[in-house]
């Protein structure tokens, strides 16, 4: 009987005990699920919200129209009657619409350029659309792209010119600040969400005493539109790249020291390269126009998708907007040869871009922060996003990724990411391919690569490369890995690093790839 009793308590007690530890477990397991290594510091500066969106569209269209599409000239003198303004078709849904279908996720209109001339009826000046033929003077072209852009869910930019060469009071500083930032308030109150504001210094001859306040019409502008990113050669939140090609430095970091660039006195090294040790992130929007003038000339024609191409590589595969002027015509639409040659380039684009080539590729990495399978796995970097991304085992100093393609691939064209939300890193870096003796050899090398890299090179076949990061300012984190083939570029020198590769032991490589794109 006691022996039985004994039996049942024991039984009692190793249930109770099992129960405890099954409960043990799943507690334990849930409470490592909820508390994953830790992620990377992020190193300053970093992205606002705004600029996150900012980068991940890549692509803007610029849009010059005004007196001058009338005129044939580029900066109007501010004396071309109103009645000059006079385009018979313009459709605002036309040109948001060629912007979608052609990958364009932002349009920047030029809502007054240097002439003065407005493309809103605003109640400032009688120099605008409502002194017009247009529409009976009824018109408003802000308000149609406004219109436009939010049925196609696209952003809106505007350039508000500082140099109006119309107005009487431009000269008299403080008249024409109050009365540029009336004309800034009405941009800014009466046609939804604005996504950029476009500024120059531009400045008459002999006006070298006029001044603009520049920090009070950024307040204005922060105040009225929180969501607007400011563009000007000095920021305040994108800067201009130093040129008018659209050209980004090879070496180009988003971190940036507004105090060290002047709005209108452009340090263009500065500009196109920016700064590693800089303290805003200010990154590099780079403009140009798909035809010689920013106006539309009848005499003029648009560049070939090729040369937008090779713009591409040199913009956004450097870490930057490529903001691409398409002006319309002055019937007041985007005329047929630039919607050829803008869909050409989406075609070329889409062929290169969207197959990653090393999509199935097998991934290795020197570490892993927190061991293999861990939220920071090297597989992350497959995935088409900023926000995985692989991150190696703290207090590393060598970094490495080996990729193994699994048959072999040819290709020419590398594209890199880091998720930059957690700030621009890496300082340098070099590619390396495998031959056929089994040699390693530098294929090509690199400084920075921030939201997105695109190197170009002389083609290669090979099973085998490996990402080596040779300088970061903190541990070195990428998000993503891809390998494509472009056959449409050519290099402009055939001067491949293959040739001068030695043995494993002897890599020889360039100082910078600069010549290769
Ligand atoms: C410059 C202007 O002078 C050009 O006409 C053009 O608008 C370009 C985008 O900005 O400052």
């Known amino acids: 009987m006691l022996n039985n009793r004994k039996q049942r308590d024991l039984q009692v007690a190793l249930t109770y005990t099992i129960i405890i530890l099954t409960l043990t477990t799943i507690v334990s397991v849930s409470v490592s699920v909820q508390h994953p290594t830790a992620a990377p510091l992020p190193v300053l500066p970093i992205p606002t919200a705004r600029h996150l969106q900012w980068h991940q569209s890549e692509l803007a269209m610029f849009l010059h129209f005004g007196t001058n599409t009338f005129t044939d000239s580029e900066w109007g003198d501010g004396a071309a009657p109103p009645s000059t303004f006079s385009p018979d078709s313009l459709d605002a849904r036309q040109w948001a619409t060629v912007a979608l279908s052609a990958g364009f996720r932002r349009l920047l209109l030029t809502a007054k350029h240097h002439d003065g001339f407005c493309l809103w009826p605003s109640n400032y000046t009688d120099y605008s659309v409502k002194a017009s033929p247009w529409r009976g003077g ?53 046609y939804g969400d604005i996504k950029e504001i476009f500024l120059d210094g531009a400045k008459g001859e002999g006006e070298k005493d006029m001044e603009y306040f520049f920090d009070v019409w950024f307040n204005m502008i922060h105040q009225l539109q929180p969501g607007a990113l400011i563009f000007s050669d000095a920021g305040p939140d994108l800067r201009w790249v130093g040129d008018e090609a659209g050209v980004a430095g090879s070496t180009c970091w988003s971190p940036f020291n507004t105090s060290a660039a002047k709005i209108g006195d452009v340090d263009t090294q500065y500009a196109r390269e920016g700064d590693e040790l800089g303290q805003e992130w200010v990154p590099a929007e780079c403009d140009v126009s798909i035809r010689p003038g920013w106006f539309w000339h009848p005499s003029e024609a648009p560049k070939s998708a090729h040369t937008l191409l090779d713009i591409y590589y040199k913009s956004v595969g450097r870490n930057c907007l490529l903001l691409l002027n398409v002006p319309p015509n002055s019937s007041g639409l985007i005329s047929p040869e630039d919607i050829q040659v803008l869909l050409e380039f989406s075609e070329l684009l889409s062929s290169i871009f969207s197959k990653n080539l090393a999509e199935r590729a097998m991934i290795t990495a020197s570490s892993t922060r927190g061991g293999g399978d861990s939220l920071f796995d090297v597989s992350n970097v497959l995935e088409e996003t900023i926000y995985t991304y692989w991150a190696p085992a703290e207090g590393q100093s060598d970094w490495m990724l080996h990729v193994d393609l699994k048959k072999k691939v040819k290709f020419n064209v590398l594209q890199l990411q880091e998720p930059i939300q957690l700030g621009q890193r890496i300082i340098s870096f070099h590619v390396d391919c495998l031959n056929d003796k089994g040699e390693w050899h530098t294929m090509v090398d690199g400084t920075t690569i921030g939201y997105k890299r695109l190197l170009l090179f002389s083609e ?27 056959p449409y570029s050519k290099m402009t020198k055939d001067d491949s690093m293959l040739k001068r590769t030695k043995n494993p032991q002897q890599i020889e490589r360039s100082d910078s790839i600069s010549y290769f794109i």
């Open 460 to 486: 290669v076949e090979t099973r085998h490369l490996r990402l080596v990061i040779d300088q970061a300012r903190a541990d070195p984190l990428i998000s993503f890995f891809g390998v494509h083939l472009d």
């Open 138 to 190: 009824s018109g408003d072209v802000v308000r149609d792209l406004a219109i436009a852009v939010k049925e196609l869910r696209l952003e809106l930019g505007l350039y508000l010119s500082p140099w109006d060469r119309h107005q009487d009071c431009y000269g008299q500083t403080l008249e024409y600040n109050q009365f540029y930032l009336a004309q800034m308030t009405e941009l800014l109150t009466r």
